[in-house]
């Protein structure tokens, strides 16, 4: 599956925006769909996902109560809408998708096959 993330910019602290990741097809109860992201001189680091089975959402603690990944299934489209953004939210986003996942892995970037090209995000402060 190939995927496409889009809808960063440049964005004040306290602002929002919304992130979206379309996909080339079904991914949304076959594949575990995630959001990680990289600042510069950073390890890239793990935001949110939605668990394939079940469809259980999780966030990354930095993340939790600001962020929120919903999903479009008939779109194959996911959408991270983050709110309350801060200059530390400022990183490339990338979305990631596998089929092959357990819960407990969802985290770890290494564990993901299908990635799409990353969008900037920039909080000014």
């Known amino acids: 599956v190939q995927l496409q993330a889009s809808g960063g910019g440049l964005v004040q602290a306290g602002g929002s925006l919304r992130l979206s990741c379309a996909a080339s097809?079904?991914?949304?109860?076959?594949?575990?769909v995630a959001w990680f992201r990289q600042a510069p001189g950073r390890e890239r680091e793990f935001v949110a996902a939605?668990?394939?089975?079940?469809?259980?959402?999780v966030y990354a603690d930095s993340v939790k109560g600001r962020f929120t990944f919903s999903r479009d299934s008939a779109k194959n489209t996911g959408y991270l809408q983050m709110t309350s953004l801060k200059p530390d939210d400022t990183a490339v986003y990338y979305c990631a998708a596998d089929r092959g996942l357990i819960f407990s892995s969802m985290g770890s970037p290494g564990n993901y096959g299908n990635w799409g090209r990353g969008t900037q995000v920039t909080v000014s402060s």
């Open positions: 097809g079904r991914i949304f109860g076959l594949y575990t």
């Open positions: 939605i668990f394939r089975s079940g469809g259980s959402t």
